[in-house]
């Protein structure tokens, strides 16, 4: 099936620092979305991107966090500065025509 | 905010035998999406569903058409194979742009 990849797998960083979570989507589609997992939870909401814009963001999308996709090319989360409870695993996921959406395999974000 | 229970929390199965996973919904959703997280945390899309049923080898899941407040996955002959977390995500009918809304996952365990 379409695949979703994510850059890199694992991160770790110092709380304070910026870290950005790269995601290569599927290359037609046109919907973007991130999620987050904390260990042992289930999987949340953050934010969805359509045209170039934050459409839907939940609670969980901090004032430090942020998005973007420039030119077509990764569509990225930004943390900054990052904080403990900002480890988690990210995913990104994409789909064509808001139905079914394809998840990436994630990256792991710890943060000491 | 929108609500999705899954259950059960865990599953131990036979290899041979047949279960089935469920997820209730507090609230009218447009439609749901099934997954399974393998051990490396990647998550596959097995179902998509805005109404109806599907079948896919093994696995066939259904989405309650007339109230759409819950949904269930089929396991029909379970193989080893099929271990792994399953996940239910429901799209809810109030926002304009799609969000999944996760249940909490199955633990579903093959045993010979």
Redesign the interface.
Known sequence: ?PKVLQIPSHQIIDMGQMVTLNCDPVSNHL?F?W?KQILGQ????LV?F?NGKV??K?KLFKDQFSVERPDGSYFTLKIQPTALEDSA?Y?CAS?PN??????G??T?LLVL | GDQVEQSPSALSLHEGTDSALRCNFTTTMRSVQWFRQNSRGSLISLFYLASGTKENGRLKSAFDSKERRYSTLHIRDAQLEDSGTYFCAAEGGSSSFSKLVFGQGTSLSVVP
């Open positions: 099936g919907y979305y999620y289930q999987m949340e909401f969805n359509y459409m839907e939940s695993v995913f789909s808001q139905d079914t959406q394809y998840f395999p994630g792991r």
